[in-house]
């Protein structure tokens, strides 16, 4: 018998039928003797419903009532899910955060989970209960409701997880499992069977869509083995996350591709060569709370350097504006520009630790195709190049079949 939490998201409770369906595959869990807790999001656009609704009523709702109304969306999913579960004869209870007691922050919209009480759960587990929770949300000390920000109910399944130290946490979803790359790009994407956490941390902060990056960090710190499934097919492994000293197999020399559309690079030419040059420009940046992603710094025989960064497609603007206002008098910047006709792409595998020639062999590959390289980031594992918006599929296709990942 094992401890089993099981996320659906909002694709999976999309209505009574879809419910009907979770319902009878966490029968057949209970079936074989497993303890189940089942973490559920919203209806299938219900949270961006109630977001719109707040928005008719005041343009930028206020956070902690906008939480309030939003936490609404995954109450009404527990009861649901629950009545399915009874209906067929099981014991279910459904709890909000709140009276799980998921202890977080109080930063609104966007809360940290800082302790769970286990305790109701595990009796009520103990008890013979299915227990459905509602994910997404919590509570803060003084008994306001938050909720977690994007990827919040993948990271409330996990959270709870770790807090009963569950055998494995399922995340069911639309998809069966972690591909080399988007099917949708490369029709001969394939599963992995297994992947590391390493690689899955790198594919989520590089864009891959599958699992959000913040859950994959709270999997790896608290070591719960993540496997990832469809919640519309019957049978199926889908893919294993799990650590890489628990994997004595050969690795693959790279495990995936990913790649993102949502980035802007900003460039700041002509600047003084001299300490503290980059705090000023990125100070201001940091302070107004926009992300940066990529930097260069390029300098040249007359003393001065040219910075470039990448920031979100939607922060651009905001970026462009504080450099022109606060910065590019102070620092003397010959010119400053900002362009969002670009994509990110990332090859990432733990193979790459015990092989040389990959970074050489992807940009090969991409110059083979015409594809200029504009920037270039690595880590131990990974290698991501921005390059030109309109040459993102192609980039994607070739580097794809160059490192055989079609092959099982």
């Known amino acids: 018998m094992a401890l089993i939490v099981q996320k659906y998201g909002g694709t999976s409770v999309a209505n009574p039928e879809r419910i009907r369906s979770l319902a009878r595959r966490v029968a ?24 719109a609704l707040a928005k008719e009523l ?4 206020d956070p902690r009532e906008l939480d309030m109304i939003i936490s609404t969306g995954e109450q009404v999913t ?7 579960l009874i209906e067929l004869g099981i014991k279910a209870k459904s709890y909000t955060g709140a009276q799980v007691k998921i202890l977080t922050d109080n930063a609104f919209t966007k809360a ?4 769970i009480d286990q305790h109701n759960l595990k009796a009520d587990l103990d008890a013979g209960y299915v227990c459905v929770v509602a994910g997404f949300q919590g509570v803060d000390e003084n008994g306001n409701i938050t909720t977690l920000g994007r990827g919040g109910s993948d990271t409330t399944g996990v959270a709870l997880a770790a807090a009963l130290n569950a055998d494995e946490c399922q ?37 891959s ?26 049978e199926g492994d889908g893919t294993l996350i799990t650590f890489e000293e628990e994997d004595n197999m050969e690795q693959p020399v790279i495990s995936g591709i990913a ?5 802007a690079k900003i460039t700041v030419l002509g600047v003084p060569d001299k300490p503290g040059i980059a705090y000023q420009i990125l100070g201001p940046i940091a302070e107004a709370n926009v992300d940066v992603d990529m930097i260069i710094q390029n300098t040249g025989a007359d003393g001065t350097t040219d910075f470039t960064f990448t920031v979100h497609k939607n ?14 008098g102070h620092i003397g910047a010959r010119e400053i520009s900002g362009d969002d006709k670009i994509a990110k792409v990332s090859i990432v595998g733990v193979g790459m630790r015990s092989h040389v020639g990959i970074a050489s062999q992807m940009f090969r590959t991409l110059a083979e195709e015409g594809i200029n390289i504009q920037m270039i980031s690595t880590s131990e594992i990974k290698i991501a190049v921005v390059v030109d918006e309109k040459y993102l599929e192609l980039a994607v296709r070739v580097l794809h079949k160059a490192f055989e990942l079609e092959e099982a």
């Open 112 to 115: 940290r989970i800082s302790n």
């Open 171 to 207: 995340i069911y979803t639309d998809v069966d499992g972690v591909y080399t790359t988007d099917p949708r790009m490369v029709p001969e994407a394939r599963r992995l069977k297994s992947i590391t956490f390493e690689e899955m941390l790198e594919l989520a902060s590089q864009g």
């Open 315 to 328: 922060e651009m603007n905001k970026a462009l504006s504080i450099l022109r206002d606060k910065v590019q």
């Open 58 to 61: 005041m343009p930028e709702p």
């Open 259 to 263: 790649f993102n559309r949502d980035e």
């Open 78 to 84: 527990i009861g649901l899910t629950a009545l399915a």
């Open 209 to 234: 869509k599958v699992l959000q990056i913040r859950s994959v960090e709270f999997a790896g710190k608290y070591k719960v083995k993540l496997r990832v499934l469809s919640s519309f097919e019957e």
């Open 28 to 51: 057949r869990y209970k079936a074989m003797g497993h303890q189940i807790v089942v973490v559920v999001s919203a209806m299938s656009g219900e949270t961006n419903r109630l977001i």
